[in-house]
Each structure stands twice: as structure tokens, then as C-alpha cells.
């Protein structure tokens, strides 16, 4: 027969200080606009980026150390907003990272960029070297007319 | 700097605070910053030592501007060790430099804000020369 192992008090306690301690974090996350950048929910890390906008083009780049070239993933996720995803090679829990007062993994970067000027996003040009990836979208031209 | 992707060996150039110390740099072999200039506390340390005629040099290597770049930092600590002739293992920095680079992501984020916060993309505008 079967018995169901009890959780003890602690283990219990242990989950609602978890749940707390992250909607805490969430929350001053939205109050300062501070907000980490991992989700142990996801197993996600949100890489460093950078939006640059010349004249014909914008140039989004994103830092994605230890990844797979293969995995990366970028898409257009609304008029003005460009997702990038990509798969790390290893995953990394935050031991690696020399922290022990928190528990999870991550196996993947995520992250949103907000795109400043109006861009045709099918005519994206992705490239990836020393693991840094470049998106180059051409801008969208609006001719106007001085008018008398 | 924009193309760093494209860059196997980043190049490693000096610029020093008085003749002498230029000289000696370029009997080393390092290529001499000869246009652009440049900024931040390093600039202020080379322009303090050149008015008190103290030697100083400054070792720039192309580099990311805005994301960690162990594998600059290898190339300028081993121009270092070509001018001192002491003896610097680099082969760490950049066997770990993807670690390197994870590890250096937030204290990266903090300084971009910062640097948001500060203005810095006024260091990209064109000097006014006169």
C-alpha cells in the first residue's frame, strides 16, 4: 500500500515564504521599473541588448554567451516589439554564479525589445558572431511634402 | 567598437602623456592612437600626468563598447606583458571568456542604465574641433 509522505511544517512554511519572497520582488519590480534580469519560473535570462537607429535601418544587437547558433530564434511580436530567444549550450543555476541563498536553473535567454521608429520586419536580417546577434531592420520610409 | 564581431584579434593601441614614453611604445611595436580621443577617467589620469610631466600610458583595444569583451581585455594584457616583460597568463580569460561574459551581465545592465542616466551617448556626438 501506498503512503503518501507528509510535507513537514518546515516544507510548507518554506513554499509560502518562496511564493512571498517573489511577489514581493514583482511587485517593487513594478513600483522602481527595477526588475531582475532572470525568471526561475521561465528558466529564462534576459541577455544585455542595445537598439541603435540609423538612418536607413535599425541595428538590434544582444549579447548571448554559451548558446546554440542553431537555437536562436527572433520574431516580430507586435508593430513595435522584437523577441529574441536562444537555448544555452549548458545550463547555469545560480550556484554558478556564486549565489546560494536562491534555488533555480536556466537553460534558455529571452528578452523583448521595444523598436523606437517604424521598421518592416520582414525584411529582417539576422547575423551571429562571437556570440553577439545583430538584427538589421530596414526603417520604413514615410515621404512628406512641404506644404506652401 | 560597431564591427567587433568581425574582429578575430582585437588591435591594441597606446597612447602615453609625453614624448618619451610614446617613443618607447612604439620601439615596442604598438600601433599609436593617432585619431579620435578619448574619454573618462583614464583620459583624466593622462591628461593630469602629461601637465605634471609624469609617465603614463594607456592601452586601448577594440573592444564591444556596450558588452563585457574578455577577449579585448586578453589583448591589452598581453601587449602589457610585451612592454614589461612580466610574465601574464591569459589563456584563462579567454578559454572562460563566455563565463566571464554571463557573470558580467547585470553589473553591465547597472552601467548602461547608469551611463542612460548620465548622458554618456553624448560621448558618440562629433567633437566640435577648433
Known amino acids: 500500500m501506498n503512503r503518501r509522505k507528509r510535507r513537514s511544517i518546515f516544507d510548507i512554511m518554506g513554499e509560502y515564504m518562496e511564493d512571498f519572497r517573489r511577489w514581493a520582488e514583482e511587485t517593487i519590480g513594478l513600483v522602481t521599473g527595477e526588475q531582475p534580469s532572470w525568471d526561475t519560473g521561465t528558466c529564462c535570462l534576459e541577455p544585455l541588448c542595445n537598439v541603435f537607429v540609423t538612418i536607413d535601418e ?32 549548458r545550463k547555469l543555476r545560480f550556484d554558478d554564479f ?16 521595444r523598436i523606437p521608429v517604424p521598421v518592416d520586419t520582414e525584411k529582417m536580417k539576422l547575423y551571429l558572431k562571437r556570440g553577439v546577434l545583430e538584427a ?13 | 567598437m560597431p564591427d567587433r564581431q568581425n574582429i578575430k584579434d582585437p588591435k591594441v593601441f597606446g597612447a602615453a ?23 573618462g ?63 558580467a551581465r547585470d553589473i553591465m545592465k547597472r552601467t548602461q542604465n547608469e551611463m542612460t542616466r548620465m548622458k554618456k551617448s553624448q560621448e558618440y556626438d562629433l567633437p566640435l574641433y577648433v
Open chain 1, 58 to 89: 535599425v541595428v538590434v544587437t544582444a549579447d548571448l554567451p554559451n548558446t546554440n547558433p542553431d537555437s536562436v530564434r527572433v520574431k516580430a511580436t507586435g508593430e513595435d516589439l522584437l523577441e529574441i530567444r536562444a537555448e544555452m549550450k
Open chain 1, 98 to 113: 556564486g549565489i546560494t541563498h536562491r534555488r533555480g536553473e536556466f537553460s534558455s535567454f529571452r528578452c523583448q525589445v
Open chain 1, 136 to 148: 538589421h531592420l530596414p526603417r520604413k520610409r514615410r515621404q512628406r511634402r512641404l506644404s506652401n
Open chain 2, 17 to 39: 602623456s609625453n614624448a618619451s614614453v610614446l617613443k618607447m611604445l612604439q620601439e615596442k611595436g604598438l600601433e599609436i592612437l593617432r585619431e579620435g580621443y578619448m574619454v
Open chain 2, 41 to 103: 577617467p583614464q583620459a583624466l589620469v593622462m591628461r593630469y600626468c602629461a601637465e605634471k610631466n609624469l609617465p603614463a600610458i594607456a592601452l586601448l583595444a577594440q573592444s564591444f563598447y556596450n558588452y563585457p569583451d574578455p577577449e579585448a581585455a586578453a589583448a591589452a594584457i598581453k601587449e602589457l606583458t610585451n612592454i614589461t616583460g612580466l610574465k601574464v597568463d591569459v589563456s584563462q580569460l579567454i578559454e572562460k571568456g563566455e563565463e566571464i561574459r554571463l557573470r
